[in-house]
Nanobody, 123 residues
Framework: QVQLVESGGGLVQAGGSLRLSCAAS????????MGWFRQAPGKEREFVTT????????YYADSVKARFFTSRDNTKGKVYLQMNSLKPEDTAVYYC????????????????WGQGTQVTVSS
């Protein structure tokens, strides 16, 4: 069992940066690959990025490549999403999730989800 809690969302102007954190509880956290998804109003949940259990491999959606960066610290039970050069279209609720599947990009591939944190980018 893994419980996830996101934090760090907020309101930022276009071009700004935010760093999201996801705190995980559970002794097996380090054995899970972790992902970030986002969901804007009226839209489906969208894959953002995933990071392997060791942190050695990452995979990004084209829409965020070279702007967003994910990392993890297994000793602290945390996953991070650094978001730079933010755009209004990045506005969404951001979720972290845990999976046993490497390079998973579909919501159905993930077993555990956080409650989400709102990110709003003003133009």
């Amino acid at each position: 069992q893994v419980q996830l809690v996101e934090s760090g969302g907020g309101l930022v102007q276009a071009g700004g940066s935010l760093r999201l954190s996801c705190a995980a509880s559970g002794r097996t956290f380090s054995s899970y690959h972790m992902g970030w998804f986002r969901q804007a109003p009226g839209k489906e949940r969208e894959f953002v990025t995933t990071i392997s259990w060791s942190g050695g491999s990452t995979y990004y959606a084209d829409s965020v490549k070279a702007r967003f960066f994910t990392s993890r610290d297994n000793t602290k039970g945390k996953v991070y999403l650094q978001m730079n050069s933010l755009k209004p279209e990045d506005t969404a609720v951001y979720y972290c999730a845990a999976t046993r599947r490497p390079y998973a990009a579909e919501p159905d591939d993930y077993e555990y989800w956080g409650q989400g944190t709102q990110v709003t980018v003003s133009s």
